[in-house]
């Protein structure tokens, strides 16, 4: 079993920026491919940004550019840094864990870009 907690969301103004962290706890954090999805109010949740247990990292074309993430697998941590935020990133940030096939969410976070 494994828990994840995200923190890092509010409400920031267009062209900020923010960094999404999630802790994880329960198992062996390194062998786990790691990502973070949103959703917006009506829409589905999309993938954001994923990283793999060996480092391969994938980015949705909306964030290119403007986002990063990285994972610290000593501190079982996973970071997204967004930059140059837009007012359409306003959504729930999630962050998701899996390992084979297996698939483990966090709560979520608000992230509302808005002046």
């Known amino acids: 079993q494994v828990q994840l907690v995200e923190s890092g969301g509010g409400l920031v103004q267009p062209g900020g920026s923010l960094r999404l962290s999630c802790a994880t706890s329960?198992?062996?954090?390194?062998?786990?491919?790691m990502g973070w999805y949103r959703q917006a109010p009506g829409k589905q949740r999309d993938m954001v940004a994923s990283?793999?247990?060996?480092?391969?990292?994938n980015y949705a074309d909306s964030v290119k550019g403007r986002a990063t993430i990285s994972r610290d697998n000593a501190k079982n941590t996973v970071h997204l840094q967004m930059n140059s935020l837009k007012p359409e990133d306003t959504a729930v940030y999630y962050c998701?864990?899996?390992?084979?096939?297996?698939?483990?969410w966090g709560q979520g976070t608000q992230v509302t870009v808005s002046s």
């Open positions: 998701r864990a899996i390992r084979d096939g297996i698939v483990y």
């Open positions: 329960g198992s062996i954090f390194a062998i786990y491919g």
């Open positions: 990283i793999t247990s060996g480092g391969t990292i």
